[in-house]
């Protein structure tokens, strides 16, 4: 398997990469300019070493084009809207996991969706039906991500308009080492996009003892 992940220069971007290739997924690192992409793709592989799945790096076009059928995007939310239509067409027939939330430029603490009330819903919107668009890993933060010898200690919430685009990417994010459930509809993201706001809030209070929490989805038998 061979995985695009855009935005894969950024911390987010970087833990991701390292824990699919950790997990056995080639992953091809995007950016703007392709020599940034290989340069951080290098330094991955100089950090893990030898592991199952390959990381390279080049630019987001390339990286879609080389991708197998998942597209990973993991921008700041300021170069969603412009990544996703300069490679709408090199989606069509992909499916894009979309990790992106729309927090403020000037406070990580406030929710700032756009029009169509989600980072998930927005990239729909662009894309069109030939692209079905899963909105998942949003409340993981970038330095659980990082520390790829530690378990990560939240489950995930995907979500998205398509039940078959759902059910494949599942199985993608499991390989993280977490658990995934169904969140529904791409509507669903305004508020696990949020969370991710809220999550911030109480990582950055002065009266929390933590500093890395996520969510947890508890059984009643747990």
């Known amino acids: ?34 020599e940034k992409g290989k340069r951080i793709a290098e330094e991955l592989v100089e950090r893990l070493g030898d592991s199952p799945g390959k990381i390279t790096g080049m630019s987001n076009a390339e990286a879609v084009a080389e991708a197998d059928e998942f597209v990973v995007l993991a921008t700041p939310f300021a170069g969603h809207q412009p990544t996703l239509e300069s490679l709408k067409d090199g989606l069509k027939g992909k499916i894009l996991v979309d990790v992106v939330v729309p927090l ?7 929710f700032a969706p756009p029009p169509e009330g989600s980072a998930t819903e927005q990239a729909q919107a662009i894309l069109g039906d030939d692209t079905p668009v899963v909105g ?9 991500l ?3 010898d530690t378990p990560i200690n939240c489950d995930v919430l995907i979500c998205g308009n398509k039940k078959d685009a759902k059910d494949r990417v599942m199985p993608l994010v499991e390989k993280l080492g977490v658990k995934v459930y169904n969140a529904g509809l791409a509507v669903s993201a305004r508020a696990i996009e949020h969370m991710t706001a809220i999550l911030i809030r ?6 929390t003892p933590f500093r890395h929490a996520g969510i947890k989805i508890w059984a009643e038998d747990e």
């Open 146 to 148: 990082d520390q790829v």
């Open 104 to 110: 403020a430029e000037d406070n990580a603490k406030k």
């Open 1 to 34: 398997m061979k995985i695009a992940l855009l935005g894969g220069t950024g911390p987010q971007g970087r833990g991701l990469a390292l824990r699919w290739a950790l997990a056995g997924v080639d992953v091809v690192v995007g950016s703007r300019q392709h």
């Open 202 to 207: 109480l990582n950055s209070s002065k009266v």
């Open 136 to 144: 998942a890993v949003h409340n993981v933060s970038a330095y659980v």
